[in-house]
């Protein structure tokens, strides 16, 4: 059984994913937290404790790190002896963060692809001009290496693999929904780290369909979905994560993502990309400064983490997968509805950290416990899915799932032996 746990970040889902450890940290063990500020680390490790939110009297220290730095990263976790790892900095860490792993045989895991910071939507499939040139290193290491285990890549990529396991003999189809019926009251914010969030949208949205990668320019495809709870809300087919796994591992023909935006924040969007605001190559001022466009972006809009005091509304996150089951036509949607205000009772964040953080410290329980300690790398939909949804039911992601059968809580295991506390919230019906 592996224990001790090194956090690598300090922002919102970093925040998350620290106070889910450390209300199951019987299983967990010690809980460190590492980032280039060491004060955010505090701050995090002083809000589980006014919240009171340690499971049991534990050990919790902030440290400072330059997660680039191998060396520095591996000598932190053998001092800390951390068994496993979980990344929820940068996705620009994820490649040293994962050397460090290798080489100290800590199981790792992440919430997102790696990304070069001089690159925008580089070609697919993105994981394997990255994470899954290291496939060798890890077996061979013996070393477990979770990839994109958040909530979108993560628990998406699970709700795939159980339905297509429970409900279906084929699936033509998956379109994974993610809506954002919230409001956090700004004029313009980003839910998560402004710079990764706009990387995503600036260029290409890829999209899985007939078997192949179809380029589209972002914003260029919309469609409307009515959904439980939120009800109907515009999205827009982007690039996303996940689809660079699911199309390489599931054998289903088409596979896009849609995401919800206002109009108010494609017209803002537009305007700071129509300026160049948002490129991420350098430029020099009229005195000669060398500044980012992007990165002061970053600096003038709010804090994510800001966000999450005044934060009202709900996410709704979901697949919705058409096929056949018996020789007749099935339709299936597994989804989680997520209220802002709740996550900030429980543990002080806003949904779109919570949903992310919360997957990522289940799938480190599952490392923990040896269920999903593999001694290899592998993306979450190559994995069973039953005991990972059981144990964010309990920590407080609730899946449901609407079929013909009608629209239910999903149980896929009654009980799979681990001394959580159980803190999930009622949800929306």
């Not at 990529?157 to 009251?185: K, L, Q």
């Not at 494609?266 to 190559?281: A, C, D, R």
């Not at 990972?388 to 009980?415: A, H, W, Y």
Request: glycine content about 8%; aromatic content about 8%; some cysteine.
């Amino acid at each position: 059984m592996k224990r001790n746990v090194l956090i690598i970040g300090a922002g919102g889902v970093a925040h998350v994913a620290a106070h889910k450890c450390a209300q199951n940290n019987s299983l967990l063990g010690d809980i460190n937290i590492a980032s280039r500020t060491p004060g955010k680390c505090q701050a995090i490790i002083d809000s589980i404790r006014a919240r009171g939110n340690l499971q049991q009297s534990g050990h919790l220290q902030a440290h400072a790190l330059n997660a680039m730095d191998i060396d520095a990263t591996r000598r932190l976790i053998r001092s800390t002896r951390s068994d496993i790892v979980i990344n929820v900095g940068s996705p620009f860490l994820n490649m040293s963060v994962l050397s460090a792993c290798i080489e100290t045989g800590a199981a790792y895991l992440d919430t997102a692809i790696h990304e070069d910071p001089r690159k925008v939507c580089e070609t697919p499939p993105w994981y394997a001009n990255y994470e899954w040139k290291r496939r060798r290193e890890c077996k061979d290491a013996g070393v477990t290496a979770l990839l994109g285990a958040g909530f979108d890549p993560g628990a998406v990529n699970a709700y795939a693999r159980y339905a297509m396991d429970a409900c279906f003999d084929r699936v033509e189809s998956i379109d994974i929904i993610d809506i954002n019926a919230g409001s956090h009251g700004r004029y313009f914010a980003t839910n998560f780290d402004p710079e990764i969030n706009f990387r995503e949208f600036v260029s290409t949205a890829w999209s899985w369909e007939s078997s192949a990668w179809k380029a589209n320019a972002m914003f260029e495809r919309r469609k409307d979905w009515d959904m439980p709870t939120v009800g109907t809300h515009t999205t827009y087919l982007s690039g996303h994560d996940e689809l660079h796994s699911m199309s390489q591992n599931l054998g289903v023909p088409n596979i896009r993502f849609w995401m919800g935006f206002s109009e108010h924040y494609i017209n803002v969007f537009t305007v700071l990309k129509n300026l160049g605001l948002l490129s991420e190559q350098p430029v020099r001022t009229a005195r000669g400064q060398e500044v980012v466009p992007l990165e002061v972006v970053k600096a003038v809009l709010p804090d994510p983490a800001s966000l999450a005091p005044g934060y009202t509304g709900k996410t709704f996150i979901g697949d919705l997968l058409r096929g056949s089951k018996d020789g007749r036509p099935q339709e299936v949607l597994v989804y989680n509805i997520c209220d802002h205000k709740a996550c900030y009772d429980e543990v002080g964040s806003q949904a779109i950290s919570y949903t992310a953080g919360v997957p990522a410290v289940a799938a480190a329980m599952l490392i923990a416990n040896g269920t999903w300690d593999i001694g290899e790398m592998a993306n979450v939909e190559e994995l069973d899915p039953k005991p990972f949804l059981s144990l964010m039911n309990r920590m407080g992601l609730v899946t449901r799932i609407k079929d013909g059968q009608g629209d239910r809580v999903l149980n896929p295991e009654e009980d799979i032996g681990f001394e959580c506390e159980a803190r999930t919230r009622a949800i929306a019906r």
